[in-house]
T-cell receptor
Framework: IAGITQAPTSQILAAGRRMTLRCTQDMRHNAMYWYRQDLGLGLRLIHYSNTAGTTGKGEVPDGYSVSRANTDDFPLTLASAVPSQTSVYFC???????????FGPGTRLTVL | QKEVEQDPGPLSVPEGAIVSLNCTYSNSAFQYFMWYRQYSRKGPELLMYTYSSGNKEDGRFTAQVDKSSKYISLFIRDSQPSDSATYLCAMDTGRRALTFGSGTRLQVQP
């Protein structure tokens, strides 16, 4: 069982470029989440999805969009990357939106 | 003021020591309290969780919640070098949104 996989592992991106971070889970969890982790700020929620077909905004949604076409996949898109989006991005999932969230290995993104 | 406060450390202890990691919080609506362990360049791993007040023990780890003081703790007994990681506390009101502390970096010296 892989749990949650994320791709790419790391990426360097020019400012203004579009980028999609991929997240796939095989636990059949209904709820999925995207966080960014920055030094001193901890993990902050970007977007979430309680079930396939629905999404919601978290604490820091600006500049990001998500979609949830099916249970397993939850891609995060940066339409036009800016340097302040340099961060480590984690995807997570939970069963039925419960408080126990399980995290993927992360994507380390640098925007220059 | 942040909703959840956590000392960033680093906390350095000798192997075999008892470690105490703590978080304070301001939101009295928090009901679920979690501890995650994060190794360098890895994703957070759920270590323990507690609902409401009280203690929970799992092997060398004990999680403690004092809702009256808005204070939670994670104790690690007989600490090992493999326990060296960043420990994140997280809390939930039950409305499906975790609030994380910024993490405490622990170093266990062999």
């Amino acid at each position: 069982i892989a749990g949650i996989t994320q791709a790419p592992t790391s990426q360097i991106l020019a400012a203004g470029r579009r980028m999609t971070l991929r997240c796939t889970q095989d636990m059949r969890h209904n709820a999925m989440y995207w966080y960014r982790q920055d030094l001193g700020l901890g993990l902050r929620l970007i977007h979430y999805s309680n079930t396939a077909g629905t999404t919601g905004k978290g604490e820091v949604p600006d500049g990001y969009s998500v979609s949830r076409a099916n249970t397993d996949d939850f891609p995060l898109t940066l339409a036009s990357a800016v340097p302040s989006q340099t961060s480590v991005y984690f995807c997570a999932s939970s069963e039925n939106g419960g408080p126990l969230q399980y995290f993927g290995p992360g994507t380390r993104l640098t925007v220059l | 003021q942040k909703e959840v406060e956590q000392d960033p450390g680093p906390l350095s202890v000798p192997e075999g020591a008892i470690v105490s990691l703590n978080c304070t919080y301001s939101n009295s609506a928090f009901q679920y309290f979690m501890w995650y362990r994060q190794y360098s360049r890895k994703g957070p791993e759920l270590l323990m969780y507690t609902y409401s007040s009280g203690n929970k023990e799992d092997g060398r780890f004990t999680a403690q919640v004092d809702k009256s003081s808005k204070y939670i703790s994670l104790f690690i007994r007989d600490s090992q070098p493999s326990d060296s990681a960043t420990y994140l506390c997280a809390m939930d009101t039950g409305r499906r949104a975790l609030t994380f502390g910024s993490g405490t970096r622990l170093q266990v010296q062999p």
